[in-house]
């Protein structure tokens, strides 16, 4: 469903992005690791069409993201990072105005509103302004706005970053939910979440893939039988950075 | 058709907060205050409006025209939603589209509500309202070169502050240019042909004759190439920001 081919993204002199190359089948829930400034959100966004390559290509759904955009487009649900959401709207204003213009009209707008608001758990604050929500709930509604097309790639960046463990259980449910019909890539820092909702953990360094493979793999692959050393074995610290 | 529903959400913002109203009633203040004053509308008995109440319009869009048109790109990238619109499947373009149209609407909203203007001229005098019209569209066409500029500047910038310095600065020297006591100063020190440069990148050569009741096609020409490229800028500027 999304296939990575040898895709770079050079900015100015730094490469963020060496000729990364990755695929997630449908039914699969791949976590995308790295420590900060390893490239992962530069690599979704280039697989989302925000930000052209320098050179390779991301297919969706056998479409090309360079060659065709907008079809390749229709296939995605994407949760920026930061989940920025217009602030003078309402959460319901929001979710309508992102299904219109994903081409969704009539019933079938108001069916996709309704059913992004209740698996995202935002009914009791669907008219409410935006801008008076709390962390959780605006990142739920980004969310919600990912899922409203039914969308067959999933593309989340950190989706649970800034949630209370609850809210954090809650999203790695949901996305365990959803990836048994979606092709979901999903960035983390968390490494427990790979265990709790990952099928398939990769981990980026430098822009680089260091580590691949299943949960299991990648906690034989340690020698202590800790994520947390692996992670710490295969990627560089910010502070190494500084002292070479 | 994704044009028309950034335009529903963008001219839904501007009118559910309180920007719209505010620039709608301090333009009703300053253009009717104007003519009334400096204008001298009771006492010139000028019926046409050319220099009563139109000739203002222009100093009054260079300030408040980038006011309404600062927030278009700006915003939408110090916030990040401009992430959420570049990966929906629509054109940079159409976006462009619908959001120019949303600030030209709260614009044309604002010169609708001036017609009791119109109307007390209709009553009092008899003057000739097809001249009165095409003073309407030259005074709507520089209010959109205003604002097209403004979204232009937006483009470069995060800071709504930033952008509203910078257009303000841009649309004061477009006025400036061309307005006859400037130009009159100018002739004085600069050649003819430089001059004639200057009197060519402002805005009265062609919002004069249009406000004199002349429909002259250079006049659409200018506007529209202006807008255009103003425009087409913005996209420029849009894509080469994500590169």
Redesign the interface.
Known sequence: MIEVDSLTKQFGTKCAVNSLSFTVQKGEVLGFLGPNGAGKSTTM?MI?????PTSGDAKVCGISIIDN???A??K?G?L?E?A??????TVL?FLK??A????LKGTAKNDAVERAIDTCFLGSVAKQSIDTLSKGYRHRT?LA?ALLHDPEVLILDEPTDGLDPNQKFEVRQLIKRLGQTKAILFSTHILEEVEASCTRAVIVDRGKIVADGTPAELLAQSETGSLTDLFRKVTSSDTAHAAA | MSSCTIYKRELSSYFSQPTAYAIIVIFLIFSLGLTFTFGEFMRTGDSSLEWTFLFWHPWVYMLLAPAVGMKLWADEQRTGTIELLGTFPVSTWSAIIGKFMAAATVWLIALILTFPIVATVNYLGNPDNGAIFAGYIGSFLVCCTFLSITMLVSACTRDQVVCLIVSVAICVLVVLCGYDPVTRELSKVVSPGVLEGIVAIGVWDHFSSLNSGLFRLKDFIWFGSIIFVCLLGTSAILSSKRA
């Open positions: 966004r989302t069409g925000f930000i052209p955009p907008n079809a487009k229709t995605i994407y920026p930061s920025p959401l217009y602030n003078d709207m204003g105005f992102c219109a213009i994903r081409g980004c706005q």
